[in-house]
Nanobody, 115 residues
Framework: QVQLVESGGGLVQPGGSLRLSCAAS????????MGWYRQAPGKQRELVAA???????NYADSVKGRFTISRNIAKNTVYLQMNSLKPDDTAVYYC?????????WGQGTQVTVSS
């Protein structure tokens, strides 16, 4: 099992961009399921974007066309590029990696979209 550390969150104005990174402490492989989730105050954690094992990226309807998930296997890092941010995107963002026998979550990074 690997440990995950997210970074890149912060305060941004509506319409702005942020790039989140999720660094793994060990090797992550292309057949692992990798995803970004978010949880806003008073709401359940929801899937934002994912790269499933052997599949192509998929996105929540609310972020399609604005967010892009990617990974760099050589750097053991997963990214979430977020453009055209809206106040409704405000949440704690979590990275998740799922292998055959384990699942790991990061500690989360706060994203606040406000003018």
């Amino acid at each position: 099992q690997v440990q995950l550390v997210e970074s890149g969150g912060g305060l941004v104005q509506p319409g702005g961009s942020l790039r989140l990174s999720c660094a793994a402490s060990g090797n992550i492989f292309s057949h692992y399921h990798m995803g970004w989730y978010r949880q806003a105050p008073g709401k359940q954690r929801e899937l934002v974007a994912a790269i499933p094992s052997g599949g192509s990226a998929n996105y929540a309807d609310s972020v399609k066309g604005r967010f892009t998930i990617s990974r760099n296997i050589a750097k053991n890092t997963v990214y979430l590029q977020m453009n055209s941010l809206k106040p409704d995107d405000t949440a704690v963002y979590y990275c998740n990696v799922v292998a055959n026998t384990w699942s790991s979550w990061g500690q989360g990074t706060q994203v606040t979209v406000s003018s």
